[in-house]
């Protein structure tokens, strides 16, 4: 016959496991609930980032294919902006001023070693069809525009 202090144990144990398995099982549920959950999240924002990137692509390349379709295409002639700049009577660093670049960059370009940038382009383009007055007469302005400039700082 078993003792009843062994009796009283086995009871005891049992119980508490009893009383454990109610309070650990529905964590369980909950966490395994949370963790699908985290799951799916994480496959959701897999997706969104690999559409994120796709649509990325897409409007990085189609801004630079609409700016080249829309825009004006212009030729740049090395030569011809030499020559140009001698016919209005310019020095390069006072065309550099009409265009916003260094005489430098105005030489780089007559030598074709370097291309202005589209913007820059834009400015060369207008400055084709300037006479000498007109060109003289907007160096004339900005250099009075940037004397006005130092004089108030």
Request: charged letters at 30%.
């Amino acid at each position: 016959m078993p003792n009843i202090g062994s009796v009283l144990r086995d009871e005891i144990l049992r119980l508490s496991r009893k009383e454990t398995r109610s309070q650990v099982d529905p964590t369980r549920k909950v966490t395994a609930r949370q963790r699908r959950d985290i799951a799916e999240l994480k496959r959701q924002v897999e997706q969104l980032q690999r559409q994120v990137a796709l649509l990325l692509r897409k409007t990085l390349a189609a801004p630079a294919a609409a700016a080249e379709s829309t825009a004006p295409r212009m030729r740049f002639n090395a030569k011809g902006l030499r020559t140009h700049r001698e016919r209005l009577g310019l020095s390069a660093g006072e065309l550099g001023k009409l265009v916003g670049v260094s005489a430098q960059s105005i030489y780089n370009w007559e030598l074709g070693n370097a291309r202005p940038r589209p913007e820059q382009l834009s400015k060369v383009a207008v400055l084709r069809g300037m006479g000498k007055r007109e060109a003289q007469a907007r160096l004339e302005r900005l250099a009075a525009g940037s004397k006005a400039g130092k004089s108030t700082k």
